[in-house]
């Protein structure tokens, strides 16, 4: 399962899938690939976590470890902000730059590990986190985003409990002086922090 959050995956035999969902009355369809996280629908932590934060009132966005593309598809859609996809796996990299054509929205796709490749502030940053890669890595994207928001941007999360949702409130909490659960939904936490 490492393949989800490393660079290449090249070595992984292409097994393309097109998968289509709901969100907020709109339709997406989008392909997904092994070698990518969820590839056989929208996962479910995704979807609590795009329903729970729309409407979202933002001009910028940030979807760190954008997968496929299915966050930051959504928000551009739905919010009409400026919309950053970064991940470091190619192959969900070109499946976002495919997927956001095919749903006609302009979005920018980059490569990036962590934020090294991201510059600017964003009002919003969004992540279902790569908790497989373990809290090392995920730790990490919490206590460096709050550099990456603007004055008054908020950080988003999804986490599920049995997956450390409580420890990842705690964690939150050192870097982030307002942290909310904004809903709790078959034991998936969605988590706002802000400075």
């Known amino acids: 399962?490492?393949?989800?959050?490393?660079?290449?995956?090249?070595?992984?035999?292409?097994?393309?899938?097109?998968?289509?969902?709901?969100?907020?009355?709109?339709?997406?369809?989008?392909?997904?690939?092994?070698?990518?996280?969820?590839?056989?629908?929208?996962?479910?932590?995704?979807?609590?976590?795009?329903?729970?934060?729309?409407p979202l009132n933002v001009k910028s966005v940030l979807d760190l470890g954008c997968g496929y593309g299915p966050i930051g598809i959504v928000l551009s859609k739905e919010t009409k902000a400026t919309v950053l996809m970064a991940d470091i796996n190619q192959r969900a990299l070109e499946l976002a730059k495919k997927n956001a054509i095919r749903n006609k929205i302009d979005v920018e796709v980059v490569e990036s590990d962590e934020f090294t490749s991201i510059n600017g502030k964003f009002d919003a940053i969004v992540t279902n986190p790569p908790i497989r890669a373990g809290k090392q890595v995920y730790y990490e994207w919490f206590e460096k985003s709050k550099d990456f928001l603007t004055e008054s941007g908020s950080f988003y999360v999804v986490i599920q409990k049995k997956q450390g949702a409580p420890s990842a409130i705690k964690e939150l909490e050192k870097f982030y002086p307002k942290v909310e659960i904004l809903d709790k939904k078959s034991g998936y936490f969605v988590i706002k922090c802000r400075m």
Not at 5 to 13: A, H, Q, S, W, Y
Request: glycine share 8%; net charge negative; proline share 2%.
């Open 1 to 54: 399962m490492n393949h989800y959050f490393t660079r290449d995956n090249d070595g992984l035999k292409k097994d393309p899938k097109l998968i289509i969902f709901k969100i907020n009355q709109s339709e997406y369809t989008m392909e997904t690939d092994s070698g990518v996280f969820s590839r056989s629908g929208l996962d479910y932590g995704t979807r609590v976590l795009l329903e729970t934060i729309l």
